[in-house]
């Protein structure tokens, strides 16, 4: 069966610092993957996808890049954090026909 | 740019009573899906529903498509405590996209 993991659960940064969240995918190959950011009590904004290794694309022109060194494995990077990088990441894969999206249990990352 | 936009924005029943949670969205779709989230957990996937399809079960779940209304309903019947979540739907692009949008969903409060 399929699982999906992400890490750190929690975060907590200060401003200014890098940050890399990681997402590995199990059971599948070639998935969709996408991260979403959920500010409190509001729904998902995407923020990227990929649909083959190396291949990124982004959503909302910001502080974040992503990459897929692998492919089952998508990174969300910051060089510098802001204040307003900080919410909950969500990492999600489809299958190609790219319907049901399955995921993660989300990472919680707080900026100070 | 929302694409699903859900109404309540809150709802709190009986446990035992019918919850109705309504989502409208703006552009031709090729799928509708509705997820659920517990608090601070990923978003599990509860139901996908066609664009030529009108109403779809699962359990004591109940959903509903109207495309000329570009609207949508989930039904959950006789509700139950753990039912407590954020319930949201979601959209593709029927242009084929990768994309899916997601609303901001419906927080439904189940009293015991």
């Known amino acids: 069966s399929q699982t999906i993991h992400q890490w750190p659960a929690t975060l907590v940064q200060p401003v200014g610092s890098p940050l890399s969240l990681e997402c590995t995918v199990e059971g599948t190959s070639n998935p969709n993957l996408y991260w979403y950011r959920q500010a409190a009590g509001r729904g998902l904004q995407l923020l990227f996808y990929?649909?083959?290794?190396?291949?990124i694309s982004s959503e909302v022109p910001q502080n974040l890049s992503a990459s897929r060194p692998q492919d089952r494995q998508f990174i969300l990077s910051s060089k510098k954090l802001l204040l307003s990088d900080s919410g909950f990441y969500l990492c999600?894969?489809?299958?190609?026909?790219?319907?049901?999206?399955?995921f993660g249990p989300g990472t919680r990352l707080l900026v100070l | 740019s929302q694409q699903g936009e859900e109404d309540p924005q809150a709802l709190s029943i009986q446990e035992g009573e019918n919850a109705t949670m309504n989502c409208s969205y703006k552009?031709?779709?090729?799928?509708l899906q509705w997820y659920r989230q517990n608090s601070g957990r990923g978003l599990v996937h509860l139901i996908l529903?066609?664009?030529?399809?009108r109403e779809k079960h699962s359990g004591r779940l109940r959903v509903t498509l109207d495309t000329s209304k570009k609207s949508s309903s989930l039904l959950i019947t006789a509700s139950r405590a753990a039912d407590t979540a954020s319930y949201f739907c979601a959209t593709d692009e029927e242009t084929g996209g990768f994309k899916t949008i997601f609303g901001a969903g419906t927080r439904l409060f189940v009293k015991a």
């Open positions: 529903i066609r664009s030529n399809e």
């Open positions: 552009t031709s779709i090729n799928n």
């Open positions: 999600a894969w489809s299958g190609l026909v790219a319907e049901t999206q399955y």
């Open positions: 990929s649909v083959g290794i190396g291949q």
